[in-house]
Nanobody, 123 residues
Framework: QVQFVESGGGSVQFGESLTVSCTSSGSTLRYWSVGWFRRAPGKEREGVACISAGDGSITYADSVKGRFTISRDNAKNTVDLQMNSLKVEDTGRYYC????????????????WGPGIQVTVSS
């Protein structure tokens, strides 16, 4: 059974930085395409970033381009989301999801989801 968990969330001020990580204890993440998603209170789930297992291609939501960076640390078996210049509207619960595919896919096709971790940005 694939198990993984998000870590690194917390509360920060507007303009600060935070890194959230997706870590697996039972699977090697570099063989999976990994997506980061978030859900803010009262809003729909939003795809934030994704890194594919195939060619390592990366996609970002327009709302985070230039501020967020997704990357793999294969030595640590993590996929990290570095978030800079955080805004209040970045507040939400952040989820890591993985799919046994060589490319990023729509949310409904992801195989496993982590429990999520809260990120709160205050003004």
């Amino acid at each position: 059974q694939v198990q993984f968990v998000e870590s690194g969330g917390g509360s920060v001020q507007f303009g600060e930085s935070l890194t959230v990580s997706c870590t697996s204890s039972g699977s090697t993440l570099r063989y999976w395409s990994v997506g980061w998603f978030r859900r803010a209170p009262g809003k729909e789930r939003e795809g934030v970033a994704c890194i594919s297992a195939g060619d390592g291609s990366i996609t970002y939501a327009d709302s985070v381009k230039g501020r967020f960076t997704i990357s793999r640390d294969n030595a640590k078996n993590t996929v990290d989301l570095q978030m800079n210049s955080l805004k209040v509207e970045d507040t939400g619960r952040y989820y890591c999801a993985i799919v046994a595919a060589g490319m990023c896919v729509i949310p409904e096709w992801y195989d496993y989801w982590g429990p999520g971790i809260q990120v709160t940005v205050s003004s």
